[in-house]
């Protein structure tokens, strides 16, 4: 069988010390005026769930949000893109993910792919900035997919069944995040969830929302490795 091991990006495998919130809060008051509310979360949300609720808390309507929606978006890959090649930020793979990803590469049971809510352009500046290149990860779905993100698990699994041409049901599909959403988002196609400590949320958070497996960080290979491969 062949397992669909989709990883979340910030938090997950990166972190990019700020760089996306910088240049989101940047395009939001570029276009409405107002960059959200203080101490708003963007872990575990898409981009544009980040956009939506951040300006319907400022009081604009969805309608007006929509509007300016895709203007929004290239403004925001634009500061990202420059935040992250000016090297002010330290984007930088947590620990282990390098080794960890050659390891799930050369198994041939294992297809590799990014489950984010980035969208896709911005997904591929932070992997970049991080060392990491975007073609390693065969298939994924982004925030640019869909804008919830329990929509997407389903969205990866029809790309994951097209590109092996054979049915991929939801018990083969692993998904790796930082977040309880991450936890969460996967059990509409029975995916299991494997949980990791490197983002915002601790070990007890997320074990509290009964992941397959907690993991600290990505140090220990063999702990990794056994974790994804056995869910």
């Known amino acids: 069988m062949i397992r669909v091991v989709l990883f979340d990006i910030d938090g997950t495998l990166l972190a990019s010390g700020g760089a996306g919130r910088r240049a989101m809060e940047g395009a939001l008051l570029a276009h ?3 960059a959200g509310p203080s101490g708003y979360r963007y872990d575990g949300k898409t981009d544009r769930q980040i ?3 951040s300006m319907r808390h400022a009081g604009f309507s969805d309608a007006d949000i929509d509007l300016r929606m895709e203007s929004l978006l290239a ?4 500061r990202l893109e420059q935040a992250v090649a000016s090297g002010a930020h330290g984007v930088r793979t947590h620990e282990g993910i390098p080794a960890l990803l050659d390891a799930l590469q050369a198994r041939d049971d294992v297809l590799l792919g ?5 969208i896709a352009p911005g997904a591929a500046l932070k992997l970049r900035a991080a060392g ?12 640019s997919d869909h804008e919830d993100r329990p929509a997407l698990p389903a969205i990866a699994q029809r790309r994951a069944a097209e590109l092996l041409g054979h049915e991929v049901h939801g018990a083969s599909v ?4 930082d977040t309880p959403a991450d936890v969460q988002c996967g059990r509409g196609i029975g995916a299991r969830a494997v949980a990791v400590a490197t983002g915002h949320f601790t070990m007890a958070d997320l074990a509290a929302h009964a992941p397959h497996a907690v993991l600290e960080d ?14």
């Open 174 to 177: 692993v998904i790796i995040g």
């Open 51 to 53: 956009a939506r609720e």
């Open 114 to 118: 990014l489950l984010t809510g980035n």
């Open 75 to 78: 403004d925001y890959l634009a």
């Open 132 to 143: 990491l290149e975007p073609a390693q990860f065969l298939v994924g779905a982004y925030g």
């Open 32 to 34: 409405f005026g107002a």
């Open 218 to 231: 990505f140090s220990d290979l063999d702990a990794s490795l056994g974790a994804i491969c056995d869910a």
